[in-house]
């Protein structure tokens, strides 16, 4: 079982607040995503990292932003949160090794502004 | 650009009867594709993943895939389904450095 976690699962908060996703893996893994899924729609890669110190921005652009500090845990900030942040966030993680690696999801953070 | 396309939303089938998810996709090079499921309020668990050979794939929970390069498909299969089935299923496409290209996702619902 992956051991891949996100905190909180469901947050609601006001406009213009400063929020923090959580994201920790215990696998050791170098390469962690985010993607952002909207009801019935594709998931999409917002950001991405090859390990400690490293954070790309991923397809779709996003307003947030991404640490990696230490290889297990991949914040994502969003320092003022509008109405339009309103979406599912999933992090996952992946081995170093090769392209035919599989991902591990975390269960997720769904975020409404209000 | 590469993408992924599951002309399903939703699909309803009865408990026991079979099942078939479509997933096409577009890429340049030779796919690594994977299909995902996620139940509601977890995040998407693997169920299998086509590299390269046998062009038909076993994964998890009976569930198996079959890739088609000259049609681009890579559709998922399940000979019996159960009720723990419900669920939304994705199909990807991996790219260099394991990023993934989904699809949007197929709802399927098993009645009794």
């Known amino acids: 079982e992956a051991d891949i976690y996100q905190t909180p699962r469901y947050l609601v908060i006001g406009t213009g607040k400063k929020i923090t996703l959580e994201c920790s893996q215990t696998?050791?893994?170098?390469?962690m995503y985010w993607y952002q899924q909207d009801p019935g729609m594709e998931l999409h890669l917002i950001h991405y990292?090859?390990?400690?110190?490293?954070?790309e921005k991923g397809d779709l652009s996003s307003e947030s932003t991404v640490s990696r500090i230490r290889t297990e845990h991949f914040p994502l900030t969003l320092e003022s949160a509008r109405p339009s942040h309103t979406s599912q966030y999933l992090c996952?993680?992946?081995?170093?090794?090769?392209?035919?690696?599989?991902?591990?999801f975390g269960q997720g953070t769904r975020l409404t502004v209000v | 650009a590469q993408s992924v396309t599951q002309p399903d939303i939703h699909i309803t089938v009865s408990e026991g009867a079979s099942l078939e998810l479509r997933c096409n996709y577009s890429?340049?090079?030779?796919?690594?594709l994977f299909w995902y499921v996620q139940s509601p309020g977890q995040g998407l668990q693997l169920l299998l993943k086509?590299?390269?050979?046998?062009?038909l794939v076993q994964g998890i929970k009976g569930f198996e895939a079959e890739f088609k390069r000259s049609q681009s498909s890579f559709n998922l299969r399940k000979p019996s389904v159960h009720w723990s089935d419900a669920a939304e299923y994705f199909c990807?496409?991996?790219?260099?450095?394991?990023?993934?290209?989904f699809g949007a996702g197929t709802i399927l619902r098993v009645k009794s």
């Open positions: 996952a993680s992946s081995p170093e090794t090769g392209l035919n690696t599989e991902a591990f």
């Open positions: 696998m050791g893994h170098d390469k």
């Open positions: 990292s090859y390990g400690v110190n490293s954070t």
């Open positions: 890429y340049g090079a030779t796919p690594y």
């Open positions: 086509y590299f390269s050979g046998d062009t």
């Open positions: 990807a496409v991996g790219l260099y450095g394991n990023k993934l290209v």
